[in-house]
């Protein structure tokens, strides 16, 4: 991969039609702050790669999404040419290349950010069918349970507070841990019910609500689990790590969460991970397969950038194979290129590969609209907190407010 990259240098010299800077050049890679050293080392390599040409330079955004995205869009907003490459969350490319904050991805660039990258995550980079970013690492939930006290999995929601009912009364560990808090989390489990009952929160071309009856059934599946004894007492305040301590702390039986959740407890409870096992994200109804929602990371090229030559193969260098390895097995970020899903060390470090590839090959994203923001706003602050959803009413809140949100009418909450 290395080797190719002089002759790709020259291939997207004219990648969003600026000239490139003579000599040594710095680009500024702005990402999320990773703790693992995958990201610093394949800065390193790639500059080292580059023969001189440039130097890729790692800085940090704030820890908390909403953080890194307020600093992106104020640079930007502000033209700041110091930035070259971005890591973006998932659901922010639609609005950066709606205000023209980032750059197409074409020719060259475009052929080799999309060879061998699964399909579902290239959706979250693509805008008005056009690719704005390149795919660095995706997620998606499973279903981690106790074999201790399961010995065979649920298939559905249904199935599963079935099961959670019939532990409570024998007085056994029995919670379903699930983001109930009022924040992005509850909007990702909404989505993963609708998009598995056969429907979306918005139409297929993101101009209205979609929604329907697909959408009440999500809202009863989250209400009924709510109030039910399957409920952890704190689900109205829990994010992925309080499910993972909860599990950890040995008062669950079920798990709806993503994959760091296993080296975790491995490391913090030993003679629990024994027992530890994943499954696929349950079904809403049991004739049609789930659809979890995508997580993940898309570099993108600043419009700004003075670099952006340098910046897009530095971005193909920075998502490559070995990096997204690397990042996969120090940060355990699941790759977004397929091929990797047979690589041995890959297998080996996540035993559950297969089952993330069939739950990504399948899942779906969050709607894609430059109003994302303000749409994952209505539906979280609507379905808070889940025990006291109407579906029928909360649905018709959530597309008023949506259908608002498009408008760019009203006042979101």
């Keep these: 991969m290395f080797a190719a990259l002089p002759l790709l240098a020259s291939l997207l010299a004219g990648c969003g039609g600026d000239g490139e800077a003579s000599g040594k050049t710095t680009l500024n890679w702005y990402n999320f702050p990773d703790d693992s050293g995958a990201l610093q080392q394949a800065a390193d390599k790639c500059s080292q790669a580059s023969g001189g040409r440039y130097r890729i330079v790692y800085n940090r955004l704030p820890r908390a999404a909403d953080g890194q995205r307020e600093q992106l869009v104020r640079r930007l ?6 930035v070259d490459i971005m890591g973006l969350d998932v659901t922010w490319a639609a609005e950066f290349a709606e205000a023209r904050w980032i750059r197409e991805w074409t020719g060259p660039a475009k052929r080799q950010a999309t060879q061998g990258t699964l399909r579902v995550p290239l959706q979250t980079a693509t805008w008005k069918h056009k690719l704005y970013a390149v795919p660095y690492n995706t997620n998606t939930q499973l279903l981690w349970y106790r074999s201790d006290l399961v010995p ?13 009912r019939a532990l409570a009364r024998q007085g056994k560990p029995h919670f379903v841990e699930i983001q109930g808090a009022q924040y992005e989390g509850l909007t990702v489990w909404f989505n993963s019910l609708i998009n598995s009952a056969g429907g979306s929160i918005l139409n ?19 209400r009924d689990l709510a109030a039910s004894p399957a409920a952890d007492p704190s689900l109205p305040n829990q994010m992925e790590d309080q499910n993972r301590l909860a599990m950890e702390s040995g008062t669950a039986a079920f798990e709806i969460n993503y994959p760091f959740v296993y080296p975790s407890m491995k490391a913090n409870n030993p003679k629990l991970f024994k027992s530890f096992r994943w499954a696929p ?4 109804d049991a004739d049609r397969p789930s659809r979890p929602t995508i997580g993940g990371i898309d570099l993108a090229v600043s419009a700004f950038s003075r670099n952006p030559g340098p910046a897009f193969e530095a971005a193909l260098c920075l998502r490559n194979r070995e990096n997204q390895l690397t990042a996969a097995l120090k940060g355990g970020l699941p790759p977004t290129m397929r091929s990797l899903y047979d690589e041995p060390s890959f297998i080996k470090n996540y035993p559950f590969a297969k089952d993330v590839l069939a739950a990504l090959q399948s899942a779906s994203v969050r709607p894609i609209t430059p109003a994302y923001q303000n749409v994952s706003i209505a539906v979280s ?16 809140t959530i597309r008023d407010q949506i259908d608002q949100a498009l408008q760019s009418k009203g006042v979101i909450p």
């Design 77 to 82: 907003a502000a033209a700041d040419s110091s």
């Design 152 to 164: 065979t999995p649920p298939q559905t929601w249904a199935q599963m507070q079935t099961m959670a």
């Design 204 to 222: 297929r071309n993101a101009t209205e609500p979609s929604l329907g009856p697909p959408g009440v059934r999500a809202a009863q599946v989250m």
């Design 281 to 284: 994200y349950p079904r809403t």
């Design 381 to 396: 602050h609507t379905l808070s907190p889940p025990a006291s959803i109407d579906p029928e009413s909360s649905v018709a």
